[in-house]
């Protein structure tokens, strides 16, 4: 597993700026930024200059591709308020192998958030189906299946664990670690709210009563994509410390964010592992299928062979 992390760069509450990108991860095919927490990925509104792809222009001005609209191929999304791990491809070839990859859902994406309240069940898998709400007034909003104007709904599932119970601005928050196995719109804060829970900050899905909070506290921790050649595993620091944000107050720990991933990580490549002996399975499965037909093909065809050879024999005979 190739791991690059460059992530020396303090967190912090200021807002961004062109020149406040922070760059995790650099190769000849991608570069993942840290992205800040009140930065639109790109825009097609003249009034809005502050975006990543900006910052990418203002850094990286020969590495902008002028055959695309903005420059610059993002591999995935992250929401305006959603900090952390974004990684963008810098050729189409590159765009092209890391999209396999988001598509056959082997990407790894693991999520740093502050939720409202204590929750009890320290491990859970949140396992709502999440739809387009179609509510008047609400349809930039996601929902979960059965809430009234819900369209289309889609399975979707989100594990969380639990690591520190403590107090922000003394009102009690849980921190938790979020991976998401599927990759709906809003998917993560709609799982959240969906238990009671929301995400700190989150005033679309608080019914905008959470606005005292500087950001939202969704975080793109960690991204491993399985590149075959050279993987990108990212890693994109922890802004929910008191250092970074003194109203949030950790007082009781259930488990460290270190060996949390790294057991979510371990479990990622055995189920990787599982999957590709699985696939060997089928694979010599259908295989040995296709041999017994051919087989099978060729013995029906010698039979037939040998029964015109016989007629034309007998009737031969018979002349």
Known sequence: MSCVSLSLHMMTTEPASLESLRVLYQSDDYIVVDKH?????????????????????????QLADPSTYYGFRFCHQLDFSTSGALCVALNKAA?????????????????????????????????????????EGQTHMMCIEGTEGC???????????????????????????????????????????????????????????????YRMMLHAHLLHIPLEHQPVHVTAGDPF?????????????????????????????EQDRKSKEEERKRARREGER???????RTEEENDEQRRRCQEWLTEWAGD
């Open 151 to 213: 369209e289309n709904p889609k399975p979707c599932q989100t594990e969380l664990t639990a690591l520190e119970y403590g107090m922000y601005d003394g009102d009690p928050v849980t921190k938790v670690l979020l991976q998401p196995l599927t990759g709906r719109t809003h998917q993560l804060r709609v799982h959240c709210s969906a238990i009671g829970h929301p995400i700190v900050g989150d005033f679309t899905y608080s019914s905008g009563t959470d606005d005292a909070p």
């Open 95 to 135: 765009a092209g192998r890391a999209y396999c990859c988001f598509k056959d859902r082997t990407v790894t994406k693991v999520y740093l958030a502050l939720l409202r309240g204590w929750i009890e069940e320290e491990t859970q898998t949140l396992d709502f189906s999440i739809g387009k709400n179609s509510t």
């Open 241 to 269: 410390v008191p250092t970074t944000d003194p109203k949030w107050v950790p007082e009781h720990s259930l488990r460290t964010l270190t060996a949390t991933v790294e057991s979510l990580l371990e479990r990622r490549v």
């Open 290 to 296: 296709r041999k017994q037909s051919k087989e099978q």
């Open 37 to 61: 927490w009140d930065i639109r990925i790109d825009s097609k509104m003249w009034y809005e200059k502050q975006t990543v792809q900006a910052q990418l222009r203002h850094h990286f001005p």
